[in-house]
Every structure is written in structure tokens, then in C-alpha cells.
């Protein structure tokens, strides 16, 4: 019932903009603010209602779409999908926060956008049928490149926006006959029907390459990532927080849950292919990103180097390595989307995002940047926020792999030192370059919970493993990977 009611609020609010006149402005921004905060609250009550004992789908809605041929929509949360849901809910408000002053193109279809995205990718965290999965999965694309391609903040909007959904919808086009294929070979596209179907060795080498083609894209991974830095720079910021904060999540989310859920053989098998394609991402983004002179392009590259990250952890095969993993995409989802507001409120005051323009800020804005310096501290992993249980966790894992994966994947913190203290002593020390204001009262409670999200992570982790460590528990034992 309250996965329902959450999914009907975002229903009505898009229906609700619709029907507001498009002059008022105000009007559509207050409301669509209020609807994204009221389902940010009620999903709360998920966290609080959720039962941390079984690993068992809860808080199900069943509808009858196709019982002719065996194919329902059915929704769930379960450990692994919980705090995707948080994560989600959470960012969304705060990008609309973000965007108040925004007034490039149409506020009505700006506003609509972004709560059909928020519907589904809600859709898409809670579905437990593969093809509906693989609908929502795809339409997410269609706001994201109009929001790239019509408020898009350059003339490379156009590409940049071709570029994000020919990547990745080229790839899902492998997936979807890997869905085909399944369903013929079972006659059934429910996950819980699916996740005791035995497929053959041969059929889930194949399947987890189809999935594979998809679901790297969207991480991105190498040698598919070239869309993502080219649709940060042109996004807005609220379009950059969103698709730093949530939409790489797909990827790992998709990884996690059907290629290790479904092919745990083929899984194994492809395990070095993960692990040389993730070193080779977090070394060479990391070293791309300390010599870029955007501010957007370089935290873009900086994302890719952790989400590679992840992908180390949870192709370890170990419930700490799945765990770390997760929590490590949480925390990516708090800082990098900390980090992309932070350019934004240099964009809304300079409409710059050239590194070498700024300097000196420290003497000028320091709430901003003692803010700045804090989601930077939580980018390399400092230890007490949320970035360093998860890298910790993450590089124990893989130390119990294989060692040699560890030394490389531990490059990643000094190579993140490089690129992250460079960048904050660039932007606020040396010669005062430009005057302004500090954070308003706005873009303060913009970065509020975020701040108090990273830090209550990294103090009190337990408030997150807890909840998936039975369902991350029953996904690797039913596997047989330990």
C-alpha cells in the first residue's frame, strides 16, 4: 500500500502540472516541490517498516497486465532496492531546490521531467519482472535527453544528448533479446520465478553478455563512458546531479541484481573481464580527470573512476564486497551530487566553468567553501563520512580476491588526492580573482542533507548494512559463491 500510494503521489503531481497554467510559475515550482518532498517523507516509512530479518520481497503491489502469457507487473523493495529508493527520493527535491531561478526554456516541461523521471526510476528500483525492468530501464532516457537537449547549457546540447541515448539505448537492444530469449526459454519474465530457473552454463555466458552490453553503459565502464562527461557538461546541474546521483546507479543496480542474481556461473566466469575493464576505468579516469580544465568534465570523470570502484566489489563474490559495493554507490550518490551543486553555484553567479577563472574564494565565500572543503574531504575518503567505510570495505574485499586487484584498485585514493586537492586549492586559494556572494539561505538547505546524510553514513554505517545484509547474504550463499 505505501509503495503504491508513493508511486500514485508522482502520478497526480505530473498530472497536476499539466493542468497549471504555464504562467504561473511559482505556482508549478512550489507544487512540484511539495510533491517530491512529500514522497521523499513517506518513503521514509519504508526504512522504518522494513524488516531486516528476511531477504524476502516486502511491501509487494501485484497487478494483471498479460496473464495470458505470464507477464505481470509486479512491484517490491527488498535490502538491495531500499536505500536506491532513499537515494532517489532524496536527490529529487533538492535538484528542484537547485533549479528555482532556472528559467532557460519551458519551467512546465522542465518541471515534468523531472517528476517522470523520479516515477520511473522508482518504477525501475521496485519492479520484479524482467520485461517491465527492461520498459522502465529504457524509458528513462526520454526525460533525461530532454532535459539535456532543450536546457542544455551549450550548442553541443544537441550531441551531447544523442550521444547519452544512443549509448546507451544501442546497448540495451542486446538486453532486450536476452529478455526474448529468457522468456521463451522459461515462460516467465518474474524474477522470483527466474532466480530458480537453472540455465545452463552455455545459455548464461551468453545472457550475461547481453545484460553486460546494457548495463556497462550505464556506469559507465570502459570503453562506453565517452557519453557520460560529454552529457555532464551540457546538462544543467540539476540534470548533471541527477544522472551523476541516480541514473549511474542503474548500472550496478542492474549488475547486482539480475547478472549475479540470475547468472551466478557466467558471473564467475567473466569475473577478470570485470576486474581488468574496472582497474583499467579507475586508473586512466582518474588520471584524465587531473588534467581537465572544466569544473563538470573533471568531477564526470572522478564518478566514473568510483563507479569502476563498485564494480570491483561486487564482483568479489563476497557479502562484504557486495555490501561495500552498495554503500559505496550510496555515498557516490551524496558526494558527487554535493560536488555537481557546488559547480552549480559557481555556474548561477560567473556562468563559468573554467577552472583557471576562479581563485581566492576562500577569502570571499567561506561557508562555501568550508562546504566545498568537506564533500571534497568526503570524495577521497576521509575517515568519519561515508566514502570510507565503503572504500575501506571495498578494498578488504578485494584484498581477500585477489591482492594484485587490491594494490591497483587502492590507487585510486592517491590518485584522488591528486585530482581533488588540486582542484579545491586552484578554486580557494592564491589571488582573488572574482568577488561575490556567499551561499544564500537557499543553497544552504541545498547542501544540508547532504552534509548530514555523508556524515551519519560514515559514523553510524550499520544503519545501512543492516538492512541489505540478508538479502546481499541470500543473493551470494544461493549462489554458491563463497
Not at 533525461?144 to 550531441?159: A, D, E, H, N, P
Not at 556524515?455 to 543473493?475: D, K, R
Request: a neutral charge; hydrophobic letters at 55%; proline letters at 3%.
Amino acid at each position: 500500500m505505501l509503495l503504491s500510494s508513493l508511486l500514485s503521489l508522482l502520478f497526480l503531481g505530473v498530472i497536476g502540472l499539466i493542468f497549471i497554467p504555464s504562467s504561473q510559475k511559482l505556482i508549478m515550482r512550489q507544487f512540484a516541490l511539495s510533491i517530491t518532498s512529500a514522497v521523499f517523507v513517506s518513503s521514509l516509512f519504508l526504512w522504518v517498516g522494513f524488516d531486516q530479518s528476511t531477504p524476502k520481497f516486502q511491501f509487494v503491489v501485484d497487478g494483471l497486465w498479460l496473464p495470458i502469457v505470464n507477464i505481470n507487473l509486479i512491484l517490491g523493495v527488498d535490502g538491495i532496492s531500499l536505500f536506491f529508493i532513499l537515494l532517489t527520493t532524496l536527490i529529487f527535491p533538492l535538484c528542484l531546490l537547485a533549479s528555482w531561478s532556472f528559467e532557460k526554456g519551458g519551467v512546465k516541461t522542465y518541471l515534468i521531467s523531472f517528476l517522470s523521471m523520479e516515477l520511473i526510476l522508482l518504477l525501475v528500483f521496485t519492479n520484479l519482472d524482467l520485461l517491465f525492468f527492461y520498459i522502465f530501464f529504457e524509458a528513462v532516457l526520454i526525460p533525461m535527453f530532454l532535459v539535456i537537449g532543450i536546457y542544455g547549457s551549450r550548442q553541443r546540447k544537441i550531441r551531447a544528448a544523442y550521444m547519452f541515448f544512443l549509448y546507451t539505448l544501442l546497448g540495451s537492444l542486446f538486453m532486450l533479446i536476452g529478455v526474448i530469449y529468457i522468456y521463451l526459454f522459461a515462460g516467465s519474465t518474474n524474477y522470483e520465478v527466474l532466480s530458480v530457473v537453472g540455465f545452463s552454463s552455455y545459455d548464461q555466458k551468453w545472457l550475461w553478455l547481453a545484460f553486460f552490453a546494457s548495463f556497462a553503459a550505464k556506469v559507465p565502464m570502459l570503453p562506453v563512458h565517452i557519453w557520460l562527461p560529454e552529457a555532464h557538461v551540457e546538462a544543467p546541474t540539476a540534470g548533471s546531479v541527477i544522472l551523476a546521483g541516480i541514473l549511474l546507479k542503474l548500472g550496478t543496480y542492474g549488475f547486482l541484481r539480475f547478472s549475479l542474481g540470475l547468472f551466478p556461473l557466467a558471473s564467475v566466469y567473466f569475473t577478470p573481464l570485470i576486474f581488468v575493464l574496472s582497474l583499467v576505468g579507475v586508473v586512466y579516469t582518474s588520471l584524465t580527470a587531473i588534467r581537465q580544465t572544466d569544473l563538470k568534465r573533471l568531477i564526470a570523470y572522478t564518478s566514473v573512476a568510483h563507479m569502476n570502484l563498485v564494480m570491483i566489489g561486487l564482483f568479489t563474490g563476497t557479502v562484504i564486497g557486495v555490501e561495500a559495493a552498495l554503500l559505496q554507490s550510496l555515498s557516490h550518490g551524496f558526494v558527487s551530487s554535493a560536488l555537481f551543486l557546488i559547480i552549480g553555484v559557481l555556474y548561477d553567479r560567473w556562468h563559468s566553468r573554467v577552472v583557471k577563472y576562479y581563485g581566492g574564494l576562500a577569502h570571499t565565500m567561506p561557508i562555501f567553501i568550508m562546504i566545498f572543503l568537506f564533500f571534497t574531504m568526503a570524495n577521497l575518503g576521509l575517515p568519519g563520512t561515508s566514502s570510507f567505510i565503503g572504500e575501506f570495505l571495498l578494498l578488504v574485499s578485494a584484498f581477500e580476491a585477489n591482492t594484485t586487484v587490491c594494490f591497483f584498485a587502492a590507487t585510486s585514493m592517491i590518485l584522488g588526492g591528486g585530482y581533488s586537492l588540486w582542484l579545491f586549492n586552484r578554486i580557494a586559494y592564491g589571488n582573488i580573482k572574482i568577488v561575490g556572494l556567499d551561499l544564500s539561505f537557499r543553497e544552504f538547505v541545498l547542501f544540508l542533507p547532504l552534509v548530514l546524510g555523508t556524515l551519519f553514513m560514515g559514523i553510524y554505517p550499520n544503519a545501512f548494512l543492516s538492512p541489505m545484509h540478508a538479502t546481499v547474504s541470500n543473493l551470494v550463499w544461493a549462489d554458491l559463491w563463497i
